[in-house]
């Protein structure tokens, strides 16, 4: 199964259709199967007394709030016009995360996204999540600075929007009975959930990969990873594990001014990821033990024959003294040394030739 790549787009294009056109090439040069940015009104998503996090206050300073560095990399619908079209001219998938209603209905209602890619962030945003789910996308969900237990409370939401009757009153209540046969199964052809911790870079010790098949076992759900380290081993750790997407952030020059520059992966590094994705996917195989088509002419020469240690007469009786096990095993197993001793020899055998199978 081929895993699907996003090269996270996010906000590295600080505001600029320049620079956000060439992180889509970047992104199609790299070998991404989907580029991915973010859908949102600045106002709508932080309050003027939100705080920045640690990270960005270390990329993008403290002077401005997180309001302001979000209005100067907030998308326009018009950037987001000349980004599909140059997406749709480089042959990669457009995506983004909305994370407000009008946002929503933008990329819905205007763009016509077939899939909505929800951030960690957002996992807690039940009227959000209950408007993606009631639009009939397929949704991929990231469960950062998560629980099992908050994740199933999402699940509950997307469930309900998916099966519930329009004038059907949410709640809690009617989002945990929404898990049942028909909000399973609907969860199951429509939702991806995506392992990731949340920091920005992400520490290797706080990866916890084995997490991806806790949440397989949880859930029945398939499962990716969207990976915050540094280098490419994670993502392709994870991909071994099973991972069926895998994200990573994507910038031109990580020393760029930016909250998600330090964080991400530049175009060569971002396209050497991609290449040792591919070559592990070639790796996994099917699973069936059996020689592969490049082992079989190796099988004879490797493996050993039963040979006769000395000359042997036709009729003698085989001893121990008469057999060595060497190459090339184009003679009788091994496995059949014991079987043989005291075994009349069918035709007379001259030193170091292969018994007859």
């Keep these: 199964m081929k895993t699907l790549i996003i090269a996270e787009a996010g906000v590295n294009h600080n505001g600029e259709l320049k620079l956000a056109l060439a992180l889509v090439d970047a992104a199609a040069d790299a070998g991404a199967d989907v580029v991915k940015f973010q859908t949102f009104n600045a106002a709508a998503l932080a309050s003027k007394r939100a705080p920045k996090a640690d990270y960005q206050v270390r990329q993008a300073g403290a002077a401005e ?23 749709e001219r480089r042959g990669v998938a457009f995506l983004s995360s909305p994370f ?20 960690s962030g957002e996992l807690t945003n039940a009227p959000l999540l209950l408007e993606a789910a009631r639009s009939g996308r397929r949704l991929i969900l990231s469960t950062g600075m998560s629980t099992l237990d908050e994740i199933r409370e999402a699940l509950g939401v997307l469930a309900f929007g998916m099966t519930a009757a329009p004038n059907a009153r949410p709640g809690r209540a009617a989002f945990e009975a929404s898990l049942n046969e028909a909000g399973w199964s609907a969860l199951r052809e ?12 992400a520490p290797v010790a706080e990866t916890n990969l084995r997490a991806m098949d806790t949440m397989a076992e949880a859930f029945g759900l398939p499962v990716g990873y969207s990976d915050h380290t540094e280098g490419a081993a994670i993502s392709v750790a994870a991909v071994a594990r099973g991972a069926v997407i895998i994200e990573k952030h994507l910038t031109l020059d990580r020393t760029m001014a930016g909250p998600d520059h330090a964080a991400s992966a530049e175009p060569a590094e971002f396209k050497a990821m991609v290449e040792a994705i591919r070559d592990v996917e070639l790796a996994l195989g099917d699973g069936v033990k059996q020689p ?18 000395r000359p042997v007469a036709a009729g003698r009786p085989f001893t121990g003294e008469d057999l060595a096990i060497k190459r090339p095993a184009t003679g009788r197993a091994p496995i059949a040394y014991w079987d043989t001793l005291g075994e009349a020899a069918n035709r007379a055998y001259a030193e170091d030739e292969p018994l007859d199978p």
């Design 65 to 87: 709030s997180q309001l302001d560095m979000l209005r100067r990399l907030q998308l326009s619908e018009d950037h987001h016009r000349a980004i599909i079209a140059h997406c």
């Design 100 to 119: 407000d209603f009008e946002s929503l209905r933008l990329l819905v209602d205007v763009f016509g996204l077939r899939t909505l890619k929800f951030g």
């Design 190 to 201: 429509r939702v991806t959930l995506l392992h990731c911790t949340t920091e920005y870079p």
């Design 292 to 309: 592969g088509k490049t082992e079989l002419h190796n099988r004879p020469i490797a493996r050993k024959s039963l040979v006769a240690a």
